[in-house]
């Protein structure tokens, strides 16, 4: 029984990615303009962002176990990546894909309105791509190269519903939400190399990019339910910056 206790956490996470990939398309029935319908896409929204977060936990936590219990398995990474894909893949991209359909368009990007929220999806097929690329890639032991997937889900989540209003209004498009989209894409396959959160000894000289992102978090936490965004921003921002050292 104990070897499979973390694919049972694993699975978890799935489960998590499917239910929140089902209140993003939920939320895209919402799409009216009046109050109740607003209330109703926006509660479908935090609870896609609600499932991809505890899938995150589930997602911190099976690799942990399984190393703590001595039963990591071949078959337990796969399956891994195959939650991560559902979970922060094609949720994240599901939620773009409702938000493509209330952002305004310029007259020139009309026509292709009922084409261009499919786009949405190829930020799925990159986050795809990256997990097959984590899985095999012998330099992202202590490190990672490109964005980690659950930090994409967890910045477009937190972005969609903590900025939504921006995101809609008249200073914001559909142009900039695809352009927005496919830089994302390009950074989880980037040979771009991002500091990674784990610390071998708690010494300043060793983990000082650590700190100063962990302080860095403090006032990104006053965005409320922009904080993830704020944080996976500074993120990204520390890291090329450390990068140029």
Request: glycine share 6%.
């Amino acid at each position: 029984m104990r070897k499979h206790i973390p694919n049972i956490i694993t699975c978890c996470n799935l489960i998590c990615g499917c239910i929140a990939v089902s209140n993003a398309l939920l939320a895209s029935v919402y799409l009216l303009d009046n109050p109740v319908s607003f209330r109703m896409r926006m509660t479908h929204y935090a609870l896609a962002v609600a499932f991809m977060v505890l899938g995150a936990v589930f997602d911190f936590f099976d690799g942990m176990i399984a190393r703590a219990l001595g039963v990591s398995s071949p078959i337990g990474k796969e399956l891994d990546s195959l939650a991560d894909v559902i979970t922060f893949g094609l949720a994240p991209s599901m939620m773009i894909f409702t938000l493509f359909q209330e952002v305004e368009y310029p007259a020139f990007m009309e026509p292709l309105r009922g084409i261009l929220p499919y786009t949405a999806f190829i930020m799925a097929g990159f986050s795809a791509l990256r997990l097959a690329k984590f899985n095999l890639d012998t330099r992202q032991a202590t490190s990672f190269i490109g964005l980690p997937t659950p930090a994409n889900a967890l910045f477009w989540g937190s972005l969609i519903l903590g900025q939504h209003a921006f995101l809609v209004s008249a200073k914001f498009n559909a142009l900039f939400l695809l352009l927005f989209m496919l830089m994302f894409s390009f950074l989880l396959v980037a040979e771009i190399p991002l500091f990674a959160l784990k610390f071998k000894n708690l010494s300043w000289t060793d983990n000082k990019i650590k700190y100063i992102f962990l302080i860095g978090c403090i006032p990104c936490l006053l965005l409320a339910e922009s904080c993830f965004a704020g944080i996976i921003m500074w993120y990204i921002i520390l890291s090329l910056c450390n990068r140029r050292q």
